[in-house]
Nanobody, 124 residues
Framework: QVQLVESGGGLVQAGDSLRLSCAAS????????MGWFRQAPGKEREFVAS????????YYADSVKGRFTISRDNAKNTVYLQMNSLKPEDTAVYYC?????????????????WGQGTQVTVSS
């Protein structure tokens, strides 16, 4: 198993940037493809970005493409989500997730391991 802990959320203004981190412990981090998801109040959890085990395959939701960047440092057992040009509609709880495959996925049900989430609030 792998345990995941997100950090880096907060309250920012529209146009600002944040970097989320997700620290993993337990099994070897490089065994896992990683994903970021988010859930706004009253909405379903949605895919944000995914990164394969060795960062060869990266995917983004259309809503964040060009603004968000996912990356990972396998030596530090950490995956990051750099969020630029934030919008009020980016407000949500952000979760990182792990799956023991080479490539990530855009479906939350594909990920067996989840962090507790970190709140991101973007004011207009």
């Amino acid at each position: 198993q792998v345990q995941l802990v997100e950090s880096g959320g907060g309250l920012v203004q529209a146009g600002d940037s944040l970097r989320l981190s997700c620290a993993a412990s337990g099994r070897t981090f490089s065994m896992y493809a990683m994903g970021w998801f988010r859930q706004a109040p009253g909405k379903e959890r949605e895919f944000v970005a995914s990164i394969s085990k060795y960062a060869a395959n990266i995917y983004y939701a259309d809503s964040v493409k060009g603004r968000f960047t996912i990356s990972r440092d396998n030596a530090k057992n950490t995956v990051y989500l750099q969020m630029n040009s934030l919008k009020p509609e980016d407000t949500a709880v952000y979760y990182c997730a792990a799956k023991n495959t080479i490539v990530g996925a855009a479906t939350s049900n594909d990920y067996p391991y989840w962090g507790q989430g970190t709140q991101v609030t973007v004011s207009s």
